[in-house]
Structure formats: C-alpha cells, structure tokens
C-alpha cells in the first residue's frame, strides 16, 4: 500500500515566516507533486518533480520553492509567507506513468496570520 | 488548453435517488480522465478512471469523446457516498500532470 506522509496536519505561520512543508514517500516513486487545495478553486499545480533534484513549475508557483534532495522527501518552501497563502497543501506521488494515478498525502492546512 | 469544468459547486440528493456529477473537459488529444474522492477528514483518492471502464462503489462514469464529457452515476445514493468529487484530466503523451476541475460536493440525505 502506497504510503504519502506529510510533515503537519495544521500549521499556524505569521506573515513572512519561511514555511517548510514536508512530503515523505514509501513507494520509490519517481514523480512528486504539491498542489494547494482552496474552496471553488479545486486543486492547483504548484510545482512537482519528475526526479531527485529536478524540479518544474506548476500552474501557481509564485511565492514558493521546492527541493528534492532524496527520492522519497519533496519539500515544499513558503520564502516569506503572506496571508494570501492560507490554504490546504497536499503532496502526491505518482510511480506509473502509464496509468498516470496519483496517491495524496493527509494535508496540511497552513494558516498564515 | 486543458481544462475540466465541474459545473455544480453542490449537488444534494436524498437517499436512493440517482446520482449524476457532471464533468466536462477541453483537450486536443485523446486524454484518460479519472475521479477522484475525498471523504470528511480522509485523503484524496482515486475513485475510478475511464480506462478501467469498471464500476466502484457502484459509480460509473463514461468518457463520451463526441459531448466532451465524463459524468460520474449512480443509480441509488447512499448516506456514505457524501463526499467532495474531482474530475481530472491527464494527457497520454510525454510528462503529464494531472488537470483538477473544481469539485462537486455531494449531500446525501437520510
């Protein structure tokens, strides 16, 4: 079973704190994503990573960074939080590139004060 | 482009009536489309993709290339199946990622 862990469930930052958000993997999965999950909005690509220590912007990556030193850990980084950040983060991990599925991780939902 | 549209924000039903989640898509290209569910206070996860062409939980969707579409039914909904839905899309070729539409809460009522 396909185990994605993330570091925090709730995280509570002030404005222009430096975030670090964990994702952890078990499956040897090459493909690592962080998407930011807000109401009506759905889920948004922030960045993802296809490889150790490669790395591809999403949709949304304005404000963060990612680094992936190692296969199973993709960490995503808020620079200088802003309330506008406030949100619900989910990682995921992909290992199949054929059936394209991915497999969430709990969550975290940040909130920036 | 790539886009998914979920046209409904919230679709409440009481228990025992059919279901239907609507899901429309854009994509030049043959793409494979999924749902995905989440539960209260559960992860996000896959509920079926089009290519399985099964049904799960008693759900099916079909991808209807003419109408651009991939509609999630149900005949009967349970209290259960209340949850928020996702339609996704992925391409076929090269690095894809996955596309999100908006989500449809689904309220079952007793």
């Known amino acids: 079973d396909v185990k994605v862990t993330q570091s925090s469930r709730y995280l509570v930052k002030r404005t222009g704190e430096k975030v670090f958000l964990e994702c952890v993997q078990d499956?040897?999965?090459?493909?690592m994503f962080w998407y930011r999950q807000d109401p009506g909005l759905g889920l948004r690509l922030i960045y993802f990573s296809y490889d150790v220590k490669m790395k591809e912007k999403g949709d949304i990556p304005e404000g963060y960074s990612v680094s992936r030193e190692k296969k199973e850990r993709f960490s995503l980084i808020l620079e200088s939080a802003s309330t506008n950040q406030t949100s619900m983060y989910l990682c995921a991990s992909r290992g199949d590139r054929v059936s394209h599925e991915q497999y969430f991780g709990p969550g975290t939902r940040l909130t920036v004060t | 482009a790539q886009r998914v549209t979920q046209p409904e924000k919230l679709l409440s039903v009481f228990k025992g009536a059919p279901v239907e989640l609507k899901c429309n898509y854009s994509?030049?290209?043959?793409?494979?489309l999924f749902w995905y569910v989440q539960y209260s206070r559960q992860r996000l996860q896959l509920l079926l993709r089009?290519?399985s062409r099964e049904s799960i939980k008693g759900f099916t969707a079909d991808l209807n290339k003419g109408e651009t579409s991939f509609h999630l039914k149900k005949p009967f909904a349970q209290e259960e199946d209340s949850a928020m839905y996702y339609c996704?899309?992925?391409?076929?070729?090269?690095?894809?990622?996955?596309?999100f539409g908006t989500g449809t809460r689904l309220l079952v009522s007793p």
């Open positions: 994509y030049s290209g043959s793409p494979e």
């Open positions: 996704a899309l992925s391409g076929t070729t090269g690095f894809q990622k996955l596309v």
């Open positions: 089009h290519i």
């Open positions: 499956m040897d999965h090459e493909n």
